[in-house]
């Protein structure tokens, strides 16, 4: 739990930062038997980047990367907006998205594990072409859909929660579970410690590493289904543009290493927070749209040196050094952390 | 050393067989081109594919000193962009020369580098998110200077634009090449004939090695960024003399060309193994994969993208399955 401190610490001083120049910052009231708010709204349009980010967290575990995935939530949407402009039903369009998605994480995996292509470039293959292919597929058009029941995955009510975020629930908690009550988690982590030497256990590390594309893949078509469900309509060209970035970078806040060998879901869930409240504020006191970016930067470097250990020690270590710390103890904490 | 035998006549040393791979995989395409496309065989096309990727090959050479250390620049198609928007607003705000403009952006794009390098080695922060916050950092700048496109007059930026250079045989380059071309050079004999070279090398191997070696770690993986920072700083003013503009938006998404060319030229992300030749024609086949997408010519913009993303494919798994076969 340790390890999940600082990002904690840092998404509560950027929702006090919100307080200070929104008063009724934290206040969530019921309206047409809908929870309404701020906080509410982070979470709502934070899903996706959660969903996304909670794939790519098993990706990075396993040491590799998924760049793709920006292109899979442009591909999900226009193919289930196109299926329902089609009059296909709603259940059959999301089933075919999601299928779609599947196969094209599999793809991925295919091309890391059994080909042997370093990630980045395998996946930057389907990131290219994905986008393509999105285009493709909604003909180069924005298609606009017209569905009460679609318009539920991204925009609905369940018990007056916002449909979306009980999705990220579920799909957290079936991740959870499967990772870290079942031995799949372990497994995972040891592909990502050694491919080689986990194969030489008797790990299928082929299998695992294809899986956890197909289940990053799978993920970015909720997303994707959830963006363009939001807005009622599939766009090809802009759709989850960047996203991949975006996920990354809340998976490293999370403290997720890039080495792979060892993951944290709710670090992952607490560094999409981060982002996607990041963004928020950045709304909320008014950055001017020329400077978004700066601020972002700012803020993102800020996080990553609170979250170094040695720029912590350089910074405020002075006083901590009175008692020298003993060799055991490091070595302690370092394990469970 | 290992080595493996090649039509079993004489034996290369097997770090080779990426780059040759490509190499061969290279001439393939660019025979498949002639074969299929009417014009496409002549010396100028090869020229074209060096003139209008001048810029990449120049960036690309930054990054591969950065991964040949294991890690990655994520910032440098920003700064690409950040320099082309310095220049032109300088140039045309308050009128500064260019002898004066180029060399502060240089020093601009090399700062950059060198606090990301710092950032990264001190704290022991990821790259990959370093650079990142530098890519929007840099982003972010530009946008700040102005959001619109800035048309550059300068007289000299013009000249460098439209000079010819003659070589035999009715073939031209343009200085931009001959820019090019030096870096390469220098590159080629910073890494592989001196000291700060083979530290690359080492510290990409295994950075604990290096460090029990005594091998100076901190001050090689800080120059290797202020490399790729300078890199991307001359790649920006070759772009800026390509495109005669300086434009928030320009090379969006030129970093991942830039890794892509490293990767394609059989440099390993994982660090320590990789040529600078390799680099090169990792440029010259992204930039004949667009060559034989424009002699294509009715694609619509998605075909483009898929097309290029086939190529790709095509080209890597080739190289994967040859050079898999020989080592």
Sequence with gaps: MRRLLWPVVILALLLLVNLFFTANFFSIQMRDGHLYGSLIDILRFGAPLILVSLGMTLVIATGGIDLSVGSVVAIAGALACLQISDDAGVFTAVALALGLSVLLGAWNGLLVAVVGIQPIIATLILMVAGRGLAQLITGGQIITVNSPSYKIIGGGYWLTVPFGILLVVVVLAITVFLTRRLALGMLIESVGGNAEASRLAGIRSRGIIIMVYAFAALCAGVAGLMISSNVSSADGNNAGLWVELDAILAVVIGGTSLSGGRFSLGGTVLGALIIQTLTTTIYSIGVPPETTLLFKALVVTAVCLIQSKSFREKVFGRRRRAVPPSPAAEEKVRVTA | ?327
């Design chain 2, 1 to 327: 050393m290992t080595t493996v035998t090649l039509n079993g006549l004489r034996t290369i040393p097997a770090k080779y067989v990426p780059v040759l791979v490509t190499a061969c995989l290279f001439v393939a395409m660019f025979v498949a081109g002639g074969i299929r496309y009417e014009g496409f065989a002549s010396g100028q096309v090869i020229l074209n594919v060096f003139i209008d990727n001048a810029f990449l090959l120049v960036v690309a050479v930054g990054m591969t000193f950065v991964i040949l250390t294991g890690g990655i620049d994520l910032s440098v198609g920003s700064v690409v962009a950040l320099s082309t928007m310095i220049s032109a607003s300088l140039m045309k705000g308050p009128g500064w020369p260019p002898y004066l403009v180029i060399p502060l952006v240089l020093l601009i794009g090399a700062a950059l580098g060198l606090v990301m390098g710092y950032i990264i080695h001190t704290f022991e922060i990821q790259p990959f998110i370093v650079t990142l916050a530098g890519m929007f950092l840099a982003r972010g700048l530009c946008y700040t200077i102005g959001t619109d496109s800035i048309p550059i007059e300068d007289p000299t930026f013009t000249a460098f634009a439209q000079t010819r250079i003659d070589l035999f045989a009715d073939l031209w380059i343009s200085p931009s090449v001959i820019i090019a071309a030096v870096v390469v050079l220098v590159a080629a004999y910073v890494l592989h004939y001196t000291r700060l070279g083979r530290s690359v090398y080492a510290t990409g191997g295994s950075e604990q090695s290096a460090l029990l070696m005594g091998l100076p770690v901190a001050r090689t993986k800080i120059t290797v960024y202020t490399v790729s920072g300078f890199c991307s700083a001359l790649g920006g003013v070759l772009l800026s003399f390509y495109m005669l503009s300086g434009y928030g938006l320009h090379a969006v998404g030129m970093e991942l060309d830039a890794i892509a060319a490293v990767v394609i030229g059989g440099t390993l992300l994982t660090g320590g193994s990789g040529f600078l030749l390799g680099t090169v024609l990792g440029v010259l086949v992204l930039g004949l994969i667009q060559t034989v997408i424009s002699f294509e010519g009715t694609l619509s913009s998605w075909w483009t993208k898929i097309f290029i993303g086939l190529l790709l494919f095509v080209f890597i798994l080739l190289q994967r399955l040859f050079s898999a076969r020989r080592t």
